[in-house]
């Protein structure tokens, strides 16, 4: 089945250090991947949506130029969180769109296993 | 806008009890709609898909519906254990997936 890899699955770092993630399909092309944010006991909330060779989509009140998103081939897509805050401490979880055969129109998303950033 | 609500919360039962969880959505216009397993830190198992033409779907245990005209879906487990305690989470694609709050599961032994 469709994997999707994350990496890391947690870093630590400094205040006002940035921190790239990773996030690969391992096994299919991705022409789409979305990337969430989940703060503790709270659910997934869609940050921005990915598109290979454009710039990314960003939902209303996600900062752009601190969520940077490139998603330069079909296989991998990255966010970078720049001068991160301690407020930027999240779990941040990708997934890609794989095409499910004869089922024209509806996509299947296959989620990575997250990464927990901890900013100190 | 699509809003995503999950009910109960939170839920405790015995070893052994079935139970239903619920799931609505307010907009139908979807393409499917996704139950989601998540253990605390971890991220997502995918356990049922219900493509929007279909009224349900079964995996050992676990059986999910779906209603679109009415905006509903439930997921039934049968005969719960302390492993399947995890937070359940349900999510509607249209053109984004959107995610609903959860359910926090504790299955007692």
């Known amino acids: 089945g469709a994997v999707v890899s994350q990496h890391p699955s947690w870093v630590i770092c400094k205040s006002g250090t940035s921190v790239k993630i990773e996030c690969r399909s391992l096994?299919?092309?991705?022409?789409?991947m979305f990337w969430y944010r989940q703060f503790p006991k709270q659910s997934l909330m869609l940050m921005a949506t990915?598109?290979?060779?454009?710039?990314?989509?960003?939902e209303q009140g996600v900062e752009k130029d601190k969520f940077l998103i490139n998603h330069a081939s079909l296989t991998l897509s990255t966010l970078t969180v720049t001068s991160a805050h301690p407020e930027d401490s999240s779990f941040y979880i990708c997934?890609?769109?794989?095409?499910?055969?004869?089922?024209?129109?509806?996509?299947?998303?296959?989620f990575g296993a997250g990464s927990r950033l901890t900013v100190l | 806008k699509q809003e995503v609500t999950q009910i109960p919360a939170a839920l405790s039962v015995p070893e052994g009890e079935n139970l239903v969880l619920n799931c609505s959505f307010t907009?139908?216009?979807?393409?499917?709609l996704q139950w989601f397993r998540q253990d605390p830190g971890k991220g997502l198992t995918s356990l049922l898909l219900?493509?929007?033409?279909?009224r349900e779907q079964t995996s050992g245990r676990l059986n999910a519906s779906l209603d679109k005209s009415s905006g509903r879906s439930t997921l039934y487990i049968a005969a719960s254990q302390p492993g399947d305690s995890a937070t359940y989470l349900c999510?509607?694609?249209?053109?984004?997936?959107?995610f609903g709050q959860g359910t926090e599961l504790s299955v007692k032994p």
């Open positions: 907009d139908s216009a979807i393409y499917n």
């Open positions: 219900i493509q929007s033409s279909q």
């Open positions: 096994d299919f092309q991705a022409t789409t």
């Open positions: 990915s598109n290979e060779g454009s710039k990314a989509t960003y």
């Open positions: 999510a509607v694609q249209g053109g984004k997936l959107i």
């Open positions: 997934s890609a769109r794989d095409r499910v055969p004869g089922y024209s129109g509806a996509n299947v998303l296959t």
